[in-house]
């Protein structure tokens, strides 16, 4: 296991579809995260999973993005009806522990280009 | 409400020299700060962190300082070489007693480095 990996690294869709990305994070990870980076800002925080159960979602994550992480292994998140202001780089994380203090490793991301 | 502040966009320093990157943050529940580098097309790595319980942190050529009552920290790279040229990510995290955001981390806006050699 060398990391975080996130599928696929690119995803060019039409503006009105639906779109799927995977994370598979470090295997003995049970925190795991979804962010999104658009240019030129840091990463924004979308939604958290501890182990299965998903603990909190940002106000950013409206009602056409759902994520899932069955049985706390790997995590998915969709987006319906995609629309061009969803354009960025999805980025996964995963982190060990049950306070604060442990840093997240990230994978390489997914860049997704609406058009 | 941007929580976590980096206010330069970009720095450019001498190969060999010290570069000394900042942020600023303005929620005092956070107490825990990460420093992350990531290079273009690839995901964010980890750097240093330190908890507020610590006024500095030290691995290598980095240090991070803390200072709590100016909601401040820093990242001092010494010496600088030209394969530390990346984004800079300042980040924090707070430690909410019975809460369920244990580890979300609130980033700053990012900090180019650009080491000349």
């Known amino acids: 296991d060398t990391g975080v990996s996130q599928n696929p690294r690119h995803k060019i ?39 299965e159960a998903q603990l909190e979602k940002s106000r950013l994550l409206s009602d056409r993005f759902s994520a899932e992480r069955p049985k706390g292994s790997f995590s998915t998140l969709e987006i319906q009806r995609t ?31 609406v058009v | 409400d941007q929580q976590v502040k980096q206010n330069s966009p970009s720095l450019s320093v001498q190969e060999g020299r010290i570069s000394i990157l900042n942020c600023d943050y303005t929620n005092s529940m956070f107490d825990y700060f990460l420093w992350y580098k990531k290079y273009p097309a690839e995901g964010p790595t980890f750097l240093i962190s330190i908890s507020s319980i610590k006024d500095k942190n030290e691995d290598g050529r980095f240090t991070v300082f803390l ?9 001092h790279i010494v010496p600088s070489q030209p394969g530390d040229s990346a984004v800079y990510f300042c980040a924090a995290s707070a430690h909410w007693a019975g809460g369920t955001s244990y580890g979300k981390l609130t980033f700053g806006q990012g900090t180019i480095l650009t080491v000349h050699p």
């Open chain 2, 67 to 75: 200072n709590k009552s100016a909601k401040h920290l820093s990242l």
């Open chain 1, 13 to 51: 869709t039409k503006r009105g579809q639906n779109v799927t990305f995977r994370c598979d994070p470090i295997s003995e990870h049970n925190r795991l995260y979804w962010y999104r980076q658009t240019l030129g800002q840091g990463p924004e925080f979308l939604t958290y999973f501890q182990n």
């Open chain 1, 83 to 113: 629309e061009q202001g969803d354009s960025a780089m999805y980025l996964c994380a995963s982190s060990q522990g049950i306070g604060a203090r442990t840093e997240a490793f990230f994978g390489q991301g997914t860049r997704l280009t």
